[in-house]
């Protein structure tokens, strides 16, 4: 499917996003081990989310839709062996998570998902586990899907993850919940901390000092009401947006403010944007705000070290903004980029250079050099859905017409974009 996008003069008006993904998996696996109903508020119907929610059907936990965007989730303590193999299709977050769950559970399971995921290293997941007392068996020793895990009799350990990931976190402290004695995870820069707020709020006894976290097992948490509020990386593509086309005034609504995804605020407000943070508040334990955005010059920025896993998923969108921004953008330490959905900064390099952009390939990052005055040209998406979504961001940037190619992709994380951006005022369709 192709997206077309014609260059902006002006985006005006008040949206509201989907709901967080990382915090929708997390509620569903949290309220599936736990006892008792849980009901998720915000519930975004995305690919990925919807690829959790299917796994955990599978494994026996009752989930029905009780209204639109809202889920309940009948836990009962434990899953059910499945009779047919897990898909969790382009998810990471599904599989990596999903491992950590059914480490705990004392039968065989196997768990795949698409080409694309299928390419995607899960060693950082499996070998921790196996150190737990997981056995589980794939491609190359482990390091690829599809897994075969067979769980059940975990013990806790001490753990220092090779680098900051949420994912990789959070599969251990699920682990962790269901294993005996304690795991204690040190982590070599904060990354978001969704699981340890929901942990917490659901009544799960955990310690957290500096960059390392232990938690006790066995435990068993309780089912609660949990509100997703917006996915700040789904903003993150509006929020450019907002700031770079000439004229307009966007206010983006009910968006989450965790402060380990406040990257991006950070350094566009470092780099000159126009971003208010408003009405403030708090929903099982995460902070939630609206965002005005107006537009602004920007100047160049630098993205390195503990500031990285903070906005790791937003740089496709922030190599868009360099390219308007004065001066040299540097972006180094990710080259967790190049083992995603695509490999990301291959790909920024060859979509810039097609725009009329100045980049450098590095490898762990990029050079880009700005501003620069971009044309409308043809766009691979590589199938990856936040690479689509900054394409068409630059679109609105561009002279003329730009054509996304692959654009469905785009409904893994967020189904309704060219829908808010059409209703900014943009020109944009399939």
């Not at 299709?89 to 705990?104: C, D, E, V």
């Not at 942990?199 to 089912?223: F, M, S, T």
């Not at 009910?254 to 780099?271: F, K, M, Q, S």
């Not at 920025?301 to 903070?310: A, C, E, K, M, W």
Request: proline letters at 5%; aromatic letters at 4%.
């Amino acid at each position: 499917m192709e997206l077309r996008v014609q260059g902006a003069a002006r985006l005006q008006g008040r949206i509201q996003i989907p709901g967080d993904k990382s915090i929708a998996h997390r509620a569903l696996l949290l309220g599936a081990l736990g006892k008792g109903r849980t009901i998720i508020q915000g519930f975004p119907a995305n690919a990925d989310c919807l690829a959790t929610l299917d796994c955990l059907q599978a494994l026996g936990v009752r989930i029905e839709w009780t209204a639109p965007e809202v889920v309940s989730v009948d836990g009962r303590g434990r899953l059910q062996e499945p009779v047919q193999v897990l898909d969790a299709k382009n998810s990471g977050t599904t599989m990596r998570l999903l491992l950590g769950l059914l480490a705990g559970q004392p039968f065989n399971a196997t768990i795949t998902g698409d080409a694309s995921l299928c390419r995607r290293p899960m060693n950082r997941v499996t070998v921790p586990l196996r150190e737990m007392g997981a056995r589980i068996s794939g491609r190359e020793g482990g390091r690829y899907a599809p897994l075969t895990i067979t769980g059940g009799n975990l013990q806790g350990i001490s753990y220092r993850l090779p680098v900051a990931s949420a994912q990789v976190k959070s599969a251990l402290l699920l682990a962790g919940l269901q294993a005996a004695g304690t795991t204690s995870l040190e982590e070599p820069a904060p990354s978001r901390d969704h699981t340890e707020r929901m942990l917490a709020y659901l009544g799960v006894d955990l310690v957290k000092e500096g960059n390392i976290i232990r938690i006790k097992g066995p435990q068993v948490l309780a089912g609660g009401r949990i509100v997703v509020p917006g996915d700040i990386s789904s903003a993150a593509f509006l929020l450019v947006a907002g700031l770079l086309v000439p004229e307009g005034h966007v206010v983006i609504e009910g968006v989450g403010v965790n402060p380990t995804r406040t990257g991006i605020l950070d350094l566009l407000a470092e780099a000159g944007g126009r971003i208010q943070v408003k009405n403030h508040r708090v929903f099982n334990g995460e902070p939630v705000a609206d965002l005005l955005v107006e537009p602004a010059r920007l100047k160049s920025f630098q993205i390195s070290g503990p500031l990285v896993p903070r906005l790791i998923d937003e740089i496709p969108v922030l190599a868009v903004a360099a390219t308007q921004a004065a001066g040299t953008t540097i972006i180094r330490d990710a080259g967790e980029l190049r083992v995603k959905e695509s490999d990301r900064l291959q790909a920024i390099v060859q979509g810039l250079r097609k725009l009329g952009g100045a980049v450098e390939e590095r490898a762990d990052g990029l050079i880009i050099h700005g501003p620069t005055a971009l044309e409308g040209t043809l766009l691979e998406s590589h199938g990856d859905h936040r690479m689509a979504m900054a394409w068409a961001v630059a679109g609105l940037l561009a002279r003329g017409e730009t054509v996304v190619k692959g654009a469905e992709c785009i409904g893994v994380s967020f189904p309704g974009f060219v829908h808010c951006l059409a209703g900014l005022g943009a020109v944009v369709g399939y």
